[in-house]
T-cell receptor, first 114, second 109 residues
Framework: NAGVMQNPRHLVRRRGQEARLRCSPMKGHSHVYWYRQLPEEGLKFMVYLQKENIIDESGMPKERFSAEFPKEGPSILRIQQVVRGDSAAYFC????????????FGDGTRLSIL | QKEVEQNSGPLSVPEGAIASLNCTYSDRGSQSFFWYRQYSGKSPELIMSIYSNGDKEDGRFTAQLNKASQYVSLLIRDSQPSDSATYLCAVNRNNDMRFGAGTRLTVKP
């Protein structure tokens, strides 16, 4: 399956711990997007990355959250010192290296904070 | 004004009917338009893309775009209970994708 791969599918952390979410884009895709979704709510854009570059991080909280997409390996969304309010589904999407292409989503990571 | 607006629903239609989902957007420079379906607890799934004015049909789905009115719609013919989901409208300009909050559709047997 050459789809967008996210792992882990479920992640449980205690308050104050770090959460690392990983995303491997579809084959041939070089653009990665991270979204957050609370239950019964819409998708909230967080960050848009290309290889080794952050293109748009306007939706990312200024503190505790960071993202990277290194030259080799998956994109990582990192949440430091997690709080209960970070509990949500985090979706990664990828698209081809051309303008206006559709985004294809991974299955998401459900993050639960105890 | 939200960048992409959809009626939140729920929209309820009987099985076999046509479901009509609507979306308006504020950025006149938007270039590509998409409809995603999201089942409860699942990730969004791309079901339609449309890039130019007019209608685009794919099986039971028809997307309609009117750039002058900044309006895009999705028609689902012969609705099935399996079509019950939240439908997200997405509008793209230079890889800046904006999603609507979604319309929840329920198809009753």
């Amino acid at each position: 399956n050459a789809g967008v791969m996210q792992n882990p599918r479920h992640l449980v952390r205690r308050r104050g711990q770090e959460a690392r979410l990983r995303c491997s884009p579809m084959k041939g895709h070089s653009h990665v997007y991270w979204y957050r979704q609370l239950p019964e709510e819409g998708l909230k854009f967080m960050v848009y990355l290309q290889k080794e570059n952050i293109i748009d991080e306007s939706g990312m909280p200024k503190e505790r959250f960071s993202a990277e997409f290194p030259k080799e390996g998956p994109s990582i969304l990192r949440i430091q010192q997690v709080v209960r309010g970070d509990s949500a589904a985090y979706f990664c999407a990828s698209s081809r290296d051309r303008y206006n292409q559709p985004q294809h989503f991974g299955d998401g990571t459900r993050l639960s904070i105890l | 004004q939200k960048e992409v607006e959809q009626n939140s629903g729920p929209l309820s239609v009987p099985e076999g009917a046509i479901a009509s989902l609507n979306c308006t957007y504020s950025d006149r420079g938007s270039q590509s338009f998409f409809w995603y379906r999201q089942y409860s607890g699942k990730s969004p799934e791309l079901i339609m893309s449309i890039y130019s004015n007019g209608d685009k049909e794919d099986g039971r789905f028809t997307a309609q775009l009117n750039k002058a009115s900044q309006y895009v719609s999705l028609l689902i013919r012969d609705s099935q209970p399996s079509d019950s989901a939240t439908y997200l409208c997405a509008v793209n300009r230079n890889n800046d994708m904006r999603f609507g909050a979604g319309t929840r559709l329920t198809v009753k047997p």
